[in-house]
């Protein structure tokens, strides 16, 4: 069913200021810039009193299901520009003491079960990397390339056709932005 001259707004938080154009969001905090493309040319897109305002003419279930996620993204990416994410992980060796570097942009684990070649990964821009001790905090502006990355490092030391109960080493994700992992 279709609704005639949808409208929807978000409100822009104090501190932040939003640019929008070609479908692209400019969003500039405390932190720092963040941009993401969002566009759908059915839906006009434009900044009113201090709001992210979107607007079409007919709108179906689509455009307002797509209203409602760009929301989402957008209240995410205000977070990200005034408060940032950070994400935790904890690093178990049990049998073989493990060596975490971080070299320019690639982060490795040496020794890891015993391994001789070190297992390697390319950290994504904007993210910032830290090991302090038994833990490793993953800090950026950008939620989905620090969750991404914080993924990938913990993907890094998964073993295939191994029980997790027994076979525990390994770097795994304990605290989400400040919230616990179950």
Same mark, same amino acid.
């Given at each position: 069913?279709?609704?005639?001259?949808?409208?929807?707004?978000?409100?822009? /938080? @104090?501190?932040?200021?939003?640019?929008?154009?070609?479908?692209?969001?400019?969003?500039?905090?405390?932190?720092? @810039?963040?941009?993401?493309?969002?566009?759908? /040319?059915?839906?006009?897109?434009?900044? #009113?009193? +201090?709001?992210?305002?979107?607007?079409?003419? +007919?709108?179906?279930? #689509?455009?307002?299901? !797509?209203?409602?996620?760009?929301?989402?993204? $957008?209240?995410? $990416?205000?977070?990200?520009?005034?408060?940032? %994410?950070?994400?935790? $992980?904890?690093?178990?060796?049990?049998?073989? =003491?493990? *060596?975490?570097?971080?070299?320019? +942009?690639?982060?490795?684990?040496?020794?890891?079960?015993?391994?001789?070649? /070190?297992?390697?990964?390319?950290?994504?821009?904007?993210? +910032?990397?830290?090991?302090?001790?038994?833990?490793?905090? @993953?800090?950026?502006?950008?939620?989905?390339?620090?969750?991404?990355? *914080?993924?990938?490092?913990?993907?890094?030391?998964? #073993? =295939?056709?191994?029980?997790?109960?027994? !076979?525990?080493?390994?770097? %795994?994700?304990?605290? #989400?932005?400040?919230?616990?992992?179950?």
């Amino acid at each position: 069913m279709k609704t005639k001259n949808f409208e929807d707004s978000i409100e822009v /938080p @104090v501190g932040i200021e939003v640019k929008i154009e070609k479908g692209v969001f400019e969003i500039k905090g405390e932190k720092g @810039v963040i941009k993401k493309k969002m566009s759908n /040319p059915k839906i006009k897109k434009e900044i #009113r009193d +201090n709001k992210v305002v979107f607007t079409t003419k +007919n709108a179906t279930q #689509r455009e307002k299901k !797509f209203v409602n996620t760009v929301k989402s993204h $957008l209240r995410n $990416l205000f977070k990200g520009a005034k408060e940032g %994410y950070n994400y935790k $992980l904890k690093i178990c060796a049990s049998h073989f =003491p493990m *060596s975490i570097t971080i070299e320019g +942009n690639i982060f490795s684990i040496k020794n890891f079960i015993g391994e001789k070649v /070190p297992r390697r990964l390319k950290l994504k821009e904007g993210v +910032n990397v830290k090991v302090d001790g038994s833990e490793i905090i @993953v800090e950026g502006i950008d939620k989905e390339a620090v969750s991404q990355v *914080s993924a990938d490092i913990e993907n890094l030391t998964k #073993r =295939p056709g191994f029980d997790k109960r027994i !076979f525990q080493d390994g770097i %795994y994700i304990v605290e #989400r932005d400040g919230k616990a992992v179950k």
